[in-house]
T-cell receptor, first 113, second 110 residues
Framework: EPEVTQTPSHQVTQMGQEVILRCVPI?????FYWYRQILGQKVEFLVS????????KSEIFDDQFSVERPDGSNFTLKIRSTKLEDSAMYFC???????????FGPGTRLTVL | LAKTTQPISMDSYEGQEVNITCSHN???????ITWYQQFPSQGPRFIIQ???TKVTNEVASLFIPADRKSSTLSLPRVSLSDTAVYYC???????????FGTGTLLAVQP
């Protein structure tokens, strides 16, 4: 079964540093998403991306966040200047199956110190 | 997006059938009902999706009454590995973003 992959699995960074989280979508999927889940809390939508542009973003997705698909395969989430409260699991998801379900990756655990 | 209400937790034993009901009184005409499963420190996994009546796949069944204001996820003969959080989501639209609630923590005991 095709799957979404994410790297790294765990990223530790210092507050104020930039991080880039990477996702490799399922090959024929066209819709891409980032979600995050702070420990013990709900999964939260961050942003959706289609046709090389943002379709929708949440209040969480402020100017510190950006997404791109630089080489037509990887889908990245960049946090420019990390804050302690950015510590969370970040999940990439892609959509394009026969009933348009979203397939989630295994996540990247981001720890900001 | 329609808000959903589901039990915070449920307990069951191996081999039993488990039914988790979700209320979505404000469901819109073009909304689908989708259920996801999540294990600790893993991404949510799609289980099943439906619009009305009954949908069945190799993992579960989804029952949706005519008024679509609720839905029931049915897991036949659960095992210990079915212990997870189960989310009911309602929505649709062009971007199809998913809005997760707190879900139902299903604990299966031997």
């Amino acid at each position: 079964e095709p799957e979404v992959t994410q790297t790294p699995s765990h990223q530790v960074t210092q507050m104020g540093q930039e991080v880039i989280l990477r996702c490799v979508p399922i090959s024929n999927h066209l819709y891409f998403y980032w979600y995050r889940q702070i420990l013990g809390q709900k999964v939260e939508f961050l942003v959706s991306f289609y046709n090389n542009e943002i379709s929708e973003k949440s209040e969480i997705f402020d100017d510190q966040f950006s997404v791109e698909r630089p080489d037509g395969s990887n889908f990245t989430l960049k946090i420019r200047s990390t804050k302690l409260e950015d510590s969370a699991m970040y999940f990439c998801a892609t959509r394009g199956g026969p009933i348009n379900e979203q397939f989630f990756g295994p996540g990247t655990r981001l720890t900001v110190l | 997006l329609a808000k959903t209400t589901q039990p915070i937790s449920m307990d069951s034993y191996e081999g039993q059938e488990v039914n988790i009901t979700c209320s979505h009184n404000n469901i819109a005409t073009n909304d689908y009902i989708t259920w996801y499963q999540q294990f600790p420190s893993q991404g949510p996994r799609f289980i099943i999706q439906g619009y009305k009546t009954k949908v069945t796949n190799e993992v579960a069944s989804l029952f949706i009454p005519a008024d679509r204001k609720s839905s029931t996820l049915s897991l036949p003969r659960v095992s210990l590995s079915d212990t997870a959080v189960y989310y009911c989501l309602v929505g649709g639209g062009a971007t199809n973003k998913l809005i997760f609630g707190t879900g139902t923590l299903l604990a299966v005991q031997p």
